[in-house]
């Protein structure tokens, strides 16, 4: 009789251990995948299709941006920088991100610029006056092609106001934060770079060609001190969204992205 209890007895806490690690099992599978799917890759361009891009403020893909031979590619001739008078940026309009890893492949022509908005909102004259900027231009050859020195005058620049600064370089968090010459590769015009861009609350970095070149807490006092001090001093709403749109700039340059993707944080 006591041996039929302590049987009886047994099975049942066997099954209650199986069912208990089959429930841990079950929470366990669910939170992975939970996780696998927030960390996926969504790709912004399909290679074939400008699908989900349109112009910054408006319905429709500007004239000149067009896909190609599995690029997103800006076909326009190349425009002085003192004729500019701002461009046909574009937007991915389909969804706004907030923290995210960003994979863009890029190339420009001699003397070219363009670059990356994030956090973007529409409703401005122009993404530059409200988002981020992860710089693209041709470090070497812009500033002999282009006349800076009005542009940088006006920025209080009287050093060699003709040079490109460290600040407008490629990499950098454009007028923010200047990314680091140590180890820093830009390949030559023509020839493909990759950029990262990762942001969190507690951090942002950009990277070029494998090498981080820039990292910063945003919003922190530092932040503000900057913002608060240069080029967007004047500009009460730039950087301060939390969330927005991820955004390709036209600066009068032709410009080829290519392996457009993201993944939320």
């Not at 190339?107 to 529409?122: Q, R, T, V």
């Amino acid at each position: 009789m006591k041996k039929t209890t302590f049987s009886i007895l047994f099975i049942f806490v066997a099954l209650a251990l199986s069912c208990k690690t089959e429930k841990k099992q079950t929470t366990e599978e669910q939170t992975t995948t939970e996780e696998s799917s927030k960390g996926e890759w969504i790709t912004l361009f399909d290679g074939t299709t400008t699908k989900g891009w349109r112009a910054y403020n408006g319905k429709e893909l500007p004239p000149g941006w067009i896909a190609k031979d599995g690029e997103l590619q800006f076909d326009t001739e190349l425009g002085k920088e003192q004729d500019y008078t701002g461009g046909t940026d574009i937007i991915y309009g389909a969804e706004e991100f907030d923290n995210f890893v960003l994979y863009v492949e890029w190339k420009l022509p001699k003397g070219g610029n363009s670059g990356i908005f994030y956090h973007l909102k529409e409703g401005y004259n122009s993404p530059p006056e409200v988002s981020p900027e992860y710089q693209l231009i041709d470090d070497k050859n812009y500033a002999s092609i282009h006349d800076l020195t009005d542009y940088n005058l006006s920025l209080g620049y009287t050093d060699k106001p003709e040079e490109l600064k460290p600040l407008q370089q490629t990499a950098s968090d454009y007028a923010m934060h200047a990314a680091n010459p140590e180890g820093k590769i830009l390949n030559p015009v023509g020839e493909w770079n990759t950029t990262k861009i990762i942001f969190t609350t507690e951090q942002v970095e950009h990277w070029l060609n494998g090498k981080k070149v820039v990292s910063f807490v945003p919003w922190d006092e530092a932040w503000y001190a900057k913002k608060n001090s240069d080029k967007w001093k004047n500009s009460e709403d730039y950087g301060k969204f939390k969330t927005g749109y991820i955004g390709f700039q036209d600066h009068s340059s032709p410009i080829w992205f290519r392996n457009i993707k993201i993944k939320k944080l």
